[in-house]
């Protein structure tokens, strides 16, 4: 008997492929793994009753707390964030894939199956996942291998009996997990097309947002967000709390032209409030304790950890040689941040840490403690190689 374990997302293409896996592959037994990292509950549902219909052994694995604590809180101490994206769709679907290879060992797999098209970036995240973690199984991937239009999968479809949900007529492609939503397809992919309202599910539009500011204090350990306004939280809820908040102050719509993996410049609507709250107020903590130079040094870690990310190299050695100094540097990023909710803004107003590199007596207009007449000598002696520059230039014109 031949295994095959399909990433089942529940929807057209990998539904399509359950059949295609029997008639075309030569698998006697499909096996279908969907993974909870907080996509609507309802989506869970529909994979779970077609992979009935459709008759696969099927298995949905409930990945939404470790994805919040090990993912997207690993992406808060980074700052992760590509080309203006806060990463989300990226981050999850090494931990799917992940996931997709426990379930393998399992139930003894030959094969795996995704769903992936030959354009986009998830192949490459999911792949390297699979073959880091299995490297002895296939990986078949029919959509990139058939090329098949969305009417030829229809009817293709329909012969086969798939269920067809309605979704189908939806013009947006749409991505979602417990940090962010992305939309994609339609007339959205025309790099000035105003997005449409309907897009957004999370967010209201900031001017529909509440006339007065709210007001948000986030409590951090160590680089992590523990609590919301002085309430400690685990790292699902504390992410869906202040999504509702910021979702109610029009905060986390985000849209950017996006360089896709294989060169191609994509544009992209993303609604991430809690990503967007989280980042900036782990920044302005950051700010708080760590040194000019720490900061300067860690700005271009945090680029280069979202560059892996995005390109879903979960397990590459220099991510893991980044963290090392990530968590190292956010030993100190413990303390307090408040922030103001106002009509799609999220403006810091406030910090505080016992690691705070700060002191209002050095700092203050009014302080002696700092005795200004020792500055003379140096200040004399700053820019010295610039001055000597320009009187060089000064006696040879
Ligand atoms: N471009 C994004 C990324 O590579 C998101 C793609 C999500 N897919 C979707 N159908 N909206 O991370």
């Not at 696969?56 to 809180?73: G, I, L, M, S």
């Not at 909710?341 to 209002?360: C, F, Q, W």
Request: hydrophobic fraction near 35%; charge should be negative.
């Amino acid at each position: 008997m031949k295994t095959v374990v399909l990433v089942y997302s529940g929807g057209l293409d990998t539904s399509v492929a359950i059949p295609m896996m029997r008639e075309d592959y030569g698998f006697d037994r499909v096996v279908t793994v969907t993974v909870d990292v907080g996509q609507p509950a309802e989506d869970i549902k529909v994979a779970e009753d077609k992979a009935k219909a459709l008759g696969t052994e099927h298995y949905t694995v409930d990945a939404k707390e470790e994805f919040a604590r090990e993912y997207c809180f690993r992406a808060v101490k980074a700052n992760g964030d590509y080309q203006g994206y806060p990463l989300s769709t990226s981050i999850a679907r090494p931990l799917i894939a992940e996931k997709a290879v426990e379930v393998a060992k399992k139930v003894g797999g030959d094969a795996f199956c995704h769903g992936c098209t030959g354009k986009g970036n998830d192949q490459f995240r999911i792949e390297f996942v699979m073959r880091t973690l299995a490297p002895e199984l296939d990986i078949l991937a029919p959509m990139r291998e058939r090329n098949l239009t969305r009417t030829e999968e229809i009817e293709y479809a329909k012969a086969k009996g798939v269920p067809i949900s309605q979704s189908v007529d939806k013009i947006w492609s749409i991505d979602e997990n417990l940090w962010g939503r992305s939309i994609e397809g339609g007339r959205l992919e025309e790099p000035d097309y105003s997005p449409p309202e309907e897009i957004f599910q999370w967010t209201v539009s900031p001017e529909d947002a509440p006339d007065q500011v709210t007001e948000v204090t986030i409590g951090f350990q160590s680089g992590i967000p523990v609590s919301v306004d002085g309430h400690k939280m685990g790292p699902a809820e504390l992410i869906r709390c202040i999504h509702k908040m910021a979702g109610e102050n029009g905060i986390g719509r985000v849209d950017v032209m996006e360089d896709r993996m294989l060169g191609l410049k994509v544009r992209e609507n993303y609604e991430c409030p809690a990503a967007v709250i989280l980042i900036e107020a782990h920044k302005a903590l950051e700010a708080l304790v760590s040194t000019r130079k720490e900061i300067a040094f860690k700005n271009t870690v945090d680029q280069t950890w979202a560059d892996l990310a995005y390109e879903g190299l979960w397990y590459d050695p220099l991510k893991e040689d980044l963290e090392a100094f990530i968590d190292r540097v956010n030993e100190r990023v413990t303390g307090e941040v408040i922030l103001h909710l106002y009509k799609g803004n999220a403006t810091v107003s406030g910090r505080r840490s016992p690691y705070a590199l700060y002191s209002e007596d050095l700092a203050s207009f009014d302080s002696k403690t700092f005795d200004q007449s020792e500055m003379t000598g140096m200040v004399k002696v700053h820019g010295m190689q610039a001055r000597m520059y320009h009187a060089v230039r000064r006696s040879q014109s």
